[in-house]
Nanobody, 114 residues
Framework: QVQFVESGGGLVQPGGSLRLSCTTS????????LKWYRQAPGKEREFVAR????????NYADSVRGRFIMSRDSAKKMTFLQMNDLNPEATAMYSC???????WGKGTQVTVDS
C-alpha cells in the first residue's frame, strides 16, 4: 500500500523557515520522481517542487524558486522541503506525492503569520 506521511508544518513568522518531511512506503523509492504540492483555503492545489529519481534534477514553481529547496534521502525513503524566507502567501496545506503513484497523504499545515 502506497503511503505518504507529511510532517514539519507549523506557525512561523514572515521571513522565517520551516523544513517539511515526507515519509514514504509501499513502493520502490528510487523508481519515481517525487513532488510537493500545496493548497491554500479556497484555492486549487498547486505545484511547488519536483525532484527526479536520481535527485539531480529539480523543478520549482516560480513563486518559490530561490527560497525553497527540495531533497530526497533514499536510505530513509523520505523527501524534504526546506522553505526559507516564508511569506503569508505560503500559508497552505502541503502534501507530497510521486509521479508513478499519484496518491495523497493527509498533508502538513504551514501558516505564515506575524
Amino acid at each position: 500500500q502506497v503511503q505518504f506521511v507529511e510532517s514539519g508544518g507549523g506557525l512561523v513568522q514572515p521571513g522565517g523557515s520551516l523544513r517539511l518531511s515526507c515519509t514514504t512506503s509501499g513502493f520502490v523509492f528510487g523508481t519515481t520522481a517525487l513532488k510537493w504540492y500545496r493548497q491554500a483555503p479556497g484555492k486549487e492545489r498547486e505545484f511547488v517542487a519536483r525532484i527526479d529519481e536520481t535527485g539531480r534534477r529539480k523543478n520549482y514553481a516560480d513563486s518559490v524558486r530561490g527560497r525553497f529547496i527540495m531533497s530526497r534521502d533514499s536510505a530513509k525513503k523520505m523527501t524534504f522541503l526546506q522553505m526559507n524566507d516564508l511569506n503569508p502567501e505560503a500559508t497552505a496545506m502541503y502534501s507530497c506525492t510521486a509521479d508513478r503513484y499519484p496518491t495523497w497523504g493527509k498533508g502538513t499545515q504551514v501558516t505564515v503569520d506575524s
